[in-house]
Every structure is written in C-alpha cells, then in structure tokens.
T-cell receptor, first 110, second 115 residues
Framework: KNEVEQSPQNLTAQEGEFITINCSYS?????LHWLQQHPGGGIVSLFM?????KKHGRLIATINIQEKHSSLHITASHPRDSAVYIC????????????WGAGTKLIIKP | GAVVSQHPSRVICKSGTSVKIECRSL??????MFWYRQFPKQSLMLMAT?????????EQGVEKDKFLINHASLTLSTLTVTSAHPEDSSFYIC???????????FGSGTRLTVV
C-alpha cells in the first residue's frame, strides 16, 4: 500500500462544476502539499498545509490531521484547470523530502 | 515569490554523450535542492538530495556515477547525466526550498531525449 493515496485517479467534469480531489496518507507528517502539473510537465506549488484550511482564488485545500486526509476543491471549474493535481507529504524529520501521491488527472470540458 | 530557473527545458542528445541540467534559485538561497525524474504517466520519483558544499544523497537504485550532482553554491545545483542511454530519456525536475515551513519551488523541468 502506498503511503500517499489519491482519489480519483482520473476525473472528467463539465465547466462550472465543483471539483474535489482527495488525498489520504498513512505516515506522520509535518506538512502536506498540493501541486499542479500541466501537460508540458511544469509544476506549480498550490498549497502547503499543516492544519485547517487555505483558500486561493477558486482553490480551497483542507486537511484533517487526525484522519490523515486532505482535500483539494476547485469551485466554478474552467477548462484551464485541466492538469494533474498531485498531493505530497513531508514525512516528519525527513529533511524536506516529499512522499508523492500518484496524481489525479483532471479534465474540464467546456 | 521564490523562483527556480531550470534549463535547458528540452534537450536531445546522442547515446553515449553527457548532458548537464542546471537549477538556479533566483531570489533565495537554497541549502538543499532536490532532483526528481518522471517517466511518462508515472509519479515523480526523488533521485537525490543535493546539499550545498557536500556530496549529494542518492535514493536507492539511482547510480551516483551516472547522475552526477554538484551543488557548488547556495543558488546553483547541476545534474549531469553521463554516458546517456535511451532509457535515460525522461522528464527531470528540480525543486528548492528557502527553509523549513517555506514550501517548495519547482523548476520548469527538462525533457531529455536520448537517441
């Protein structure tokens, strides 16, 4: 079993829909990251969370430390949101090293 | 915000030659930089952790003599793929952090094709 599990693996939705991507992990962490990878491969860091909730524009990320679970939400989704969304966790005492989820491929249709 | 510059973005080389990829933190000092490799439709895999002024720490299964990492300054780390073979064709990406609790900034990645 992977230490970081994401679901769903693939998600196709219509423009405007509310999107939720889930991430569960099984190790003790100091932080959790949500990243976005575009088709060209470039990666953008969206959020770093250690507790609670963060919001940036149409993106919302939440984390429940007790349940070892995080969600990434996209409101009013748009075709330009189409990308792979990756959850990664910093294992405690790991000197910043990340444990990666497999990613969720999101396609938003116009 | 923190910016990491990685180049080249794409490189095609002949089998047996060496390729150098640079990763620079433009507006912050990065004591530690990370090098990842991603094969098509697979997750990023950490290759090595690069610490300024010391030898890189390689993950299990990564050949240190093939993937030479140099972190000569607080703003520059290089990855050299030596004697490249077609199976080394992959997407390589670096990341750096100004420090704990500051998150990561990623380079734009390098797509290496060995022919």
């Amino acid at each position: 079993k992977n230490e970081v599990e994401q679901s769903p693996q693939n998600l196709t939705a219509q423009e405007g829909e509310f999107i939720t991507i889930n991430c569960s992990y099984s190790v003790g962490i100091s932080a959790l990251h949500w990243l976005q990878q575009h088709p060209g491969g470039g990666i953008v860091s969206l959020f770093m969370l250690s507790s609670g909730k963060k919001k940036h524009g149409r993106l919302i990320a939440t984390i429940n430390i007790q349940e070892k679970h995080s969600s990434l939400h996209i409101t009013a989704s748009h075709p330009r949101d189409s990308a792979v969304y990756i959850c990664a966790v910093e294992h405690m005492d790991s000197n910043y090293q990340l444990i990666w989820g497999a990613g969720t491929k999101l396609i938003i249709k116009p | 915000g923190a910016v990491v510059s990685q180049h080249p973005s794409r490189v095609i080389c002949k089998s047996g030659t060496s390729v150098k990829i640079e990763c620079r933190s433009l507006d912050f000092q990065a004591t530690t930089m990370f090098w990842y490799r991603q094969f098509p439709k697979q997750s990023l895999m950490l290759m090595a952790t690069s610490n300024e002024g010391s030898k890189a720490t390689y993950e299990q299964g990564v050949e240190k003599d093939k993937f030479l990492i140099n972190h000569a300054s607080l703003t520059l780390s290089t990855l050299t793929v030596t004697s490249a073979h077609p199976e080394d064709s992959s997407f390589y990406i670096c990341s750096a952090s100004p420090g704990a609790n500051y998150g990561y900034t990623f380079g734009s990645g390098t797509r290496l094709t060995v022919v």
